[in-house]
């Protein structure tokens, strides 16, 4: 899985005129566009899906293996999330919800998806800050049953809550993407 799963996700930040981006061996300027493009969609999908399958995946593994210090573990870690406010400091919040991914990654031993599944920068967390707080409650209830299906040990119902979760996700980034390319269009 690549980096590039979900940056159509970020609303633009970049002035018109130009943007400084780090890529590769240092900074460069290059010209930003007037106006935001439209994200080119093409392998965008399947991306989503990996991300999506991934994760589901780590979430499978995670729980036929979970130990009763992990699953002490992952609750701490939903708990810490849904005690932070989420206004102000949704940033902080949305990496909050990002970590318990980066934690089911690690707990089922995959560490390439859990470098990419939360953690600063990662493109879950990049997607829930992208929504926003409106996503919060939805967010800590799908938490909440991901941990009622760990602790009961129902591995491909984790799974499918993991990866229903993540679909809502991403159409919600869709949506949230639209609004901005359309609050910018105006």
């Known amino acids: 899985m690549t980096m590039q799963t979900l940056p159509a996700v970020r609303a633009p930040i970049a002035p018109p005129v130009r943007a400084a981006t780090r890529q590769g061996g240092g900074d460069r300027l290059r010209r930003a566009d007037p106006r935001p493009r439209r994200p080119d969609r093409r392998g965008t999908s399947g991306d989503a899906e990996d991300l999506i399958r991934q994760n589901g995946t780590a979430a499978r593994i995670a729980c036929e293996h979970m130990t009763r210090p992990a699953l002490n573990a992952v609750r701490a870690t939903v708990a810490w999330a ?5 206004r102000p400091g949704w940033e902080r919040k949305a990496a909050a919800h990002g970590e318990l ?20 920068g990662g493109p879950l967390e990049d997607l829930i800050r992208a929504i926003g707080p409106v996503a919060d409650g939805m967010i800590i209830s799908s938490h909440g049953r991901l941990v009622a299906y760990l602790s009961a040990g129902d591995a491909d119902s984790a799974a499918r809550e993991v990866e229903t979760h993540l679909r809502v996700l991403l159409y919600m980034g869709r949506l949230a993407m639209t609004a901005a390319a359309a609050a ?3």
Request: aromatic share 4%.
């Open 101 to 120: 991914f980066r934690l089911l990654a690690v707990l089922a031993g995959d560490r390439v998806a859990a470098a990419g599944s939360g953690g600063e």
């Open 184 to 186: 910018t269009d105006h």
């Open 82 to 86: 849904s005690s932070l406010p989420a």
